[in-house]
């Protein structure tokens, strides 16, 4: 059985209380993600460094920091964010032509380095980068915006991925983010995923604690 990981978003967390909704799902989420989106890659503004620092120096909150990059040019970001102790660092495959040496940059910094694909994009353009990346995003979405609806074409981009890392021995993690809840999750598993990233599917629930727990039920049931 392989592990998935649950990475709930802050995207979808009172804005008023990051805090006090990170506190309410420990115990049940694996990772953090957060997005930061500069207004021109997307069409939205949100979270930046100072987040992600906040975050890693309080002493309550030990998780993983799975920090997704929705900008134009990250290689003019990506120092703001690599001395900050974050864990996955993943840049947009469509925002630079340089996702070689960005992802380059970023893993000679010692953060493992990530790259996302739209749901426009083929996932062979990631084949020449699969040698050196840690984690293959597929955005089940198109960026922007949390609480859309899932877009199930882009299932057959985590199939190939997954076959593609079986075939040729690689060890990226498969991620997929918007649009994940109760009723696709099980779906993106058994399609490969590793790493199930949530916004309103958490957030927007009642009791965010419980709609992870019963998401994690949901993954068990992939592998009985
Ligand atoms: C969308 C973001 C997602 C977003 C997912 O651009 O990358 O991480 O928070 O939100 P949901 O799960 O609500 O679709
Ligand atoms: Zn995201």
């Known amino acids: ?38 207004g021109h890659f997307v ?58 040496r960005v992802l380059q940059r970023i893993r000679d910094s010692g953060v493992k380095c990530g790259i996302a694909l739209n749901p426009g994009t083929p996932v062979e353009w990631v084949a020449p980068l699969l040698p050196f990346l840690d984690m293959v995003l597929v955005m089940s979405v198109n960026p922007g915006f949390g609480g859309q609806k899932f877009i199930p074409q882009v299932l057959e981009k985590a199939g190939w991925l997954y076959r593609e890392r079986a075939v040729k021995n690689f060890n990226f993690l498969i991620e997929m983010d918007g649009g994940l809840g109760l009723e696709n999750v099980q779906t993106a598993v058994r399609y490969g995923c590793d790493v199930i990233v949530a916004g309103n599917a958490v957030f927007g629930h009642s009791d965010p604690a419980f709609a992870l727990k019963t998401m994690r039920d949901k993954i068990m049931e992939v592998f009985q």
């Not at 709930?8 to 909704?21: F, K, M, Q």
């Not at 987040?51 to 120096?57: D, E, F, G, I, K």
């Not at 997704?68 to 964010?81: A, G, R, T």
């Open 1 to 38: 059985m392989r592990k998935v990981i649950l990475a709930p978003s802050l995207l979808s967390a009172n804005p008023l209380d990051i805090a006090g909704d990170i506190e309410k799902i420990k115990g049940q989420c694996d990772w953090l993600h957060i997005d930061v989106m500069d």
């Open 43 to 100: 069409p939205n503004l949100a979270y930046g460094p100072n987040l992600v620092a906040a975050l890693r120096s309080d002493e309550n909150i030990s998780l993983p920091i799975d920090v997704h990059l929705m900008v134009e040019s990250p290689e003019c970001f990506i120092d703001l964010f690599l001395p900050l102790g974050v864990d996955y660092l993943t840049i947009q495959i469509e925002a630079t032509p340089h996702s070689h």
